[in-house]
């Protein structure tokens, strides 16, 4: 997929992947990028063909975190964008290694209303803005250990985004010149 936002630096992505700019993902897309970051490369992608659906992440056998904790059942989906459970730990993480939280109740956008910073060693120099504090928590944690471009495979995208991946929306592009 040639897409003329994306850096000319950039090979091309594997076969059915797509490459995707970290503070952009969402979704089942964001839910594989945060388990690669995690090496969890063992993650499925269900392979259902629902026209108009976007695929979701699974693991099979059950998935154990280096302690030995089950952070997702054989089968179940794996989804820290939108449960706490799974994501809980990966916050309090990226805390523990320096990241910089915030929220802002006065933010208009719902997209920003909560932000993650990396800390000063990391190699991404972004803040990561979310909807709710998962969704920035896991695109700093991508980017960090991933890069600010990863190639996601393509069915894990929603329709409307599978042509448009890595084009910037102005309010996008605004607001990373305010905040970097």
């Not at 523990?96 to 993650?116: H, I, L």
């Not at 998962?134 to 250990?145: D, I, K, N, S, T």
């Not at 409307?160 to 910037?168: E, L, P």
């Amino acid at each position: 997929m040639a897409d003329a936002a994306v850096p000319a630096h950039l090979s091309a992505p594997p076969s059915g992947m797509v490459w995707a700019q970290a503070r952009e993902l969402s979704g089942s897309a964001l839910d594989w990028a945060a388990a690669q970051s995690l090496g969890y490369v063992d993650v499925q992608v269900t392979g259902f063909d629902e026209p108009g659906e976007a695929e979701e992440c699974f693991f099979r056998p059950a998935k154990l975190d280096a302690r030995g904790r089950e952070v997702c059942g054989s089968g179940m989906r794996w989804n820290p964008s939108g449960n706490w459970a799974q994501c809980g730990d990966i916050v309090q993480h990226l805390v523990a290694q320096g990241c910089a939280v915030s929220s802002d109740p006065q933010e208009t956008d719902p997209q920003y209303k909560f932000c993650v910073a990396p800390p000063l060693r990391a190699r991404s120099p972004h803040h990561y803005y979310g909807a709710t504090l998962p969704e920035a928590g896991l695109r700093c944690l991508a980017a960090v250990r991933l890069g600010v471009w990863i190639a996601v495979p393509q069915a894990l995208l929603p329709i409307n985004q599978k042509q448009a991946v890595g084009d910037k929306p102005a309010a996008s592009a605004s607001r990373e010149r305010e905040h970097g």
